[in-house]
């Protein structure tokens, strides 16, 4: 099933400084392979890309994969609606090889000159097919792992022995390059990009939860084990009675145990479970400041929206965050699973983090990290692979 298509906007990179001269494509065929049951950060990096491709002749096509007998995953309506060409092929289970085999006689119909993959799964595919010397070069993206029990252990090894075999690495951070050494120089480092900030018709509501002169705080995000949300909820309990309100925006299937978790430190009144915020960009303008207490990320895009929002931030050090927030003004971090020194850089955060020089590093970190930025390392990585797809007249 094939719907949508592509647009795009002007982009300057790379081309030798000074010269204007954009790089184009003649006609790129980018086959995107994912799988994924939610609109997720890498599913909306990976829609933002697509829709910025077009007018440089790079032609990117979706791959999704559709589970007999369940309900569709959101993420096809969101490529949808932002009108990204791509293709859903049907699945009947993990016996089923047929969606393997639809999928290497679409790329070759479709005659797809790069193909990327963007998790466990879709890395296992494009593996397989490789074996069958196809013509294209195969990118892998690893965007960071989650660890909720033995299954997802298991996917996240083989995961881990497969993608150093792609023609090319691509990782969120240089702390993750460090953890792919064996692939070497096919390692190539690319920073997601700060997108518009989502938002709906109907803004999300804080009012019941405000309680005069007290901060709100914000946890954007999956209610899942390595989100850390547990390590805030204890944190809390650290604090002075009654000095913070906290939301938790988002579902997960840690939700029940971190309701008990609140009720049993006696934080229960300063924790507020919203479930999913569609209209996340009402939710930032009311927030003091914004955590992310993540046991392990790649680089989340919840940092980089609070930081374009203006929104003081609290983060742990994982992943790319350190290299985001080079600068402590910007925002603070601390180290993973230790709710003490939590507890001690939210005190910090809400007392300094409106002061002019945090304002401005925050604005130095949203300018590094532009979409523009983020689509030309992609061009760049599509040239060191095909550049006999480089169109006539721009600068090789």
């Given at each position: ?157 083989i995961d881990g022995m497969l993608l150093p075999r792609a023609d090319r690495l691509v990782v969120m951070s240089e702390r ?112 003091d400041l914004v955590v992310l207490p993540s046991r392990s990320e790649g680089l989340p895009n919840v940092l980089l929206e ?32 230790d709710p003490c020194s939590l507890a001690e850089a939210i005190r910090q955060s809400l007392e300094h983090g409106r002061s ?41």
């Amino acid at each position: 099933m094939l719907k949508g298509r592509n647009t795009g906007t002007n982009m300057d990179w790379p081309a030798p400084a000074g010269s204007g001269v954009p790089l184009h494509f003649a006609g790129l065929r980018v086959a995107s392979l994912i799988d994924t049951a939610i609109v997720s950060g890498p599913g909306r990096q990976l829609t933002a890309l697509a829709n910025q491709l077009g007018e440089r002749g790079v032609k990117l096509r979706v791959y999704m994969f559709q589970r007999a007998g369940c309900s569709a995953s959101p993420f096809i309506a969101y490529l949808e609606r932002a009108g990204v060409e791509h293709v859903v092929l049907p699945d009947n289970g993990p016996l089923d090889i047929s969606p393997l085999v639809r999928l290497g006689r679409s790329l070759r119909e479709w005659k797809a000159d790069i193909v990327q993959t963007h998790n466990y799964r879709t890395t296992v595919m494009a593996y397989l097919l490789k074996q069958t010397n196809p013509p294209w070069p195969w990118i892998a993206f690893f965007h960071g792992s989650t660890n909720e029990g033995w299954k997802v252990r298991l996917y996240n090894r083989i995961d881990g022995m497969l993608l150093p075999r792609a023609d090319r690495l691509v990782v969120m951070s240089e702390r993750h390059k460090r953890d792919f050494s064996a692939a070497g120089e096919r390692v190539r480092v690319i920073h997601n990009a700060i997108l518009a900030i989502p938002s709906e018709s109907s803004p999300v509501e804080l009012g019941a939860i405000r309680r005069p002169g007290v901060p709100l705080i914000g946890v954007i995000g999956r209610l899942s084990p390595e989100k850390g949300v547990d390590v805030l909820i204890e944190a809390v309990s650290f604090l002075p009675a009654r000095s913070v309100s906290v939301v938790l925006a988002g579902n997960g299937p840690a939700r029940a145990a971190l309701e008990q978790q609140a009720v049993a430190l006696g934080v229960q009144s300063d924790i507020h479970f919203l479930g999913t915020v569609e209209d996340v960009g009402s939710l930032y303008r009311q927030l003091d400041l914004v955590v992310l207490p993540s046991r392990s990320e790649g680089l989340p895009n919840v940092l980089l929206e609070a930081l374009s929002a203006d929104v003081p931030v609290v983060a742990t050090a994982v992943g790319a965050v350190p290299e985001v927030l080079a600068d402590e003004a910007a925002g603070r971090i601390v180290a993973p699973g230790d709710p003490c020194s939590l507890a001690e850089a939210i005190r910090q955060s809400l007392e300094h983090g409106r002061s002019p020089s945090a304002k401005t590093a925050r604005a130095a970190v949203a300018a590094r990290f532009s979409l523009e930025k983020r689509v030309c390392r992609h061009l760049g990585l599509y040239r060191e692979l095909r550049p006999d797809r480089v169109a006539a007249g721009t600068i090789p």
